[in-house]
């Protein structure tokens, strides 16, 4: 069993710029890639970026290519995922995910999900 604990959402301005941490704890995460996803509103939960266990392997949806950047640190269990240039039809519920295979985009390959943290940007 994975645990992951999602933090750094909160208020932005529209053009601002924040930092999610997903923090993974219990059963040993070697071997795991990672996943963003997002839920706003009304909506489904869609797929943001995918990171494999080595970091060399990164995916992104084009709605964020060129403002996300998904990275993490295996020493410290941790993935990141940095948005800028952050717009309102990013507000959403993000959520990070984890993968006993390899990085992919669909959602039900993910084997464990943390609680998501809240994103709202502003206009």
């Known amino acids: 069993q994975v645990q992951l604990v999602e933090s750094g959402g909160g208020l932005v301005q529209a053009g601002g710029s924040l930092r999610l941490s997903c923090a993974a704890s219990?059963?040993?995460?070697?071997?795991?890639?990672m996943g963003w996803f997002r839920q706003a509103p009304g909506k489904e939960r869609e797929f943001v970026a995918a990171?494999?266990?080595?970091?060399?392997?990164?995916y992104y949806a084009d709605s964020v290519k060129g403002r996300f950047t998904i990275s993490r640190d295996n020493a410290k269990n941790t993935v990141y995922l940095q948005m800028s240039s952050l717009k309102p039809e990013d507000t959403a519920v993000y959520y990070c995910a984890a993968n006993r295979g390899v990085a992919t985009m669909t959602l039900d390959e993910y084997d464990y999900w943390g609680q998501g943290t809240q994103v709202t940007v502003s206009s």
């Open positions: 990171i494999s266990w080595s970091g060399g392997n990164r």
């Open positions: 219990g059963r040993t995460f070697v071997g795991y890639a």
